[in-house]
């Protein structure tokens, strides 16, 4: 069974940094695309960006929105993907979610989903 | 303002039917086959419910199905039953290579 946990939300300043994680089982971890989305409380859903796993060399996509701030990156040997977010602001606020999709090269459906993690950026 | 429009709302009656529309551009819903629809419950992880425009991901009820034609994708539920209350978000890959949303469609089962 796909699982997908993440974990590192919290309460953080504006202009601070914090690392989410994406402890993933169930599934050969190395060989999929992983994904992060956002949801701002009340509000719709977001892309953030993805990575490529290392057959397609670990590519990575983001949003405008978090373009230059947020950098995905992955550890196949731990099947974690971390979501690094620099220089925070309080649009930032959101439940952050890590997806897989349906196949392993799948960058553009989300299959399968965590529980989310909160980040909350307020002074 | 979300780059794909979506109804706010839409209702129905158990065993109506409701379509839900997505209407994007020919860089996104217009220009290839990756529009999605999910399903999100009050304080839980959105669902995937159709992917490339028509399928349904197994588990998920043949009463859900999707379409496209044009700039426009539409989610059609038939038989609506009461747990089919929940948020509706559309997504479609765009020609830049990234992923769009709708603002989402609340549906309410009257």
């Known amino acids: 069974e796909v699982q997908l946990v993440e974990s590192g939300g919290g309460l953080v300043q504006p202009g601070r940094s914090l690392r989410l994680s994406c402890t993933a089982s169930?599934?050969?971890?190395?060989?999929?695309?992983m994904s992060w989305f956002r949801q701002a409380p009340g509000k719709g859903l977001e892309w953030v960006g993805f990575?490529?796993?290392?057959?397609?060399?670990?590519?990575?996509k983001y949003a405008a929105s978090v373009k230059g701030r947020f950098t995905i990156s992955r550890d196949d040997s731990k099947s974690i993907a971390y979501l690094q977010m620099n220089t925070l602001k309080t649009e930032d606020t959101a439940v952050y979610y890590c997806?897989?999709?349906?196949?392993?090269?799948?960058?553009?459906?989300?299959?399968?989903w965590g529980q989310g993690t909160l980040v909350t950026v307020s002074s | 303002q979300s780059p794909l429009t979506q109804p706010a709302s839409v209702s129905g009656s158990p065993g109506q039917s409701i379509s839900i529309s997505c209407t994007g551009t020919?860089?996104?819903?217009?220009?290839?086959?990756?529009v999605s629809w999910y399903q999100q419950h009050p304080g839980k992880a959105p669902k995937l419910l159709i992917y490339?425009?028509?399928y349904r991901p197994s588990g998920v009820s043949h009463r859900f199905s999707g379409s496209k034609s044009g700039n426009t994708a539409s989610l059609t539920i038939s038989g609506l039953q009461a747990e089919d209350e929940a948020d509706y978000y559309c997504?479609?890959?765009?020609?830049?290579?990234?992923?769009?949303f709708g603002g989402g469609t609340k549906l309410t089962v009257l």
């Open positions: 997806t897989r999709g349906p196949w392993d090269t799948s960058v553009a459906v989300a299959a399968y």
């Open positions: 169930g599934f050969t971890f190395g060989d999929y695309v």
């Open positions: 020919s860089n996104d819903v217009g220009g290839n086959k990756y």
């Open positions: 990575i490529r796993n290392k057959a397609s060399d670990g590519t990575t």
């Open positions: 490339e425009v028509n």
């Open positions: 997504s479609s890959y765009t020609d830049s290579g990234v992923l769009v």
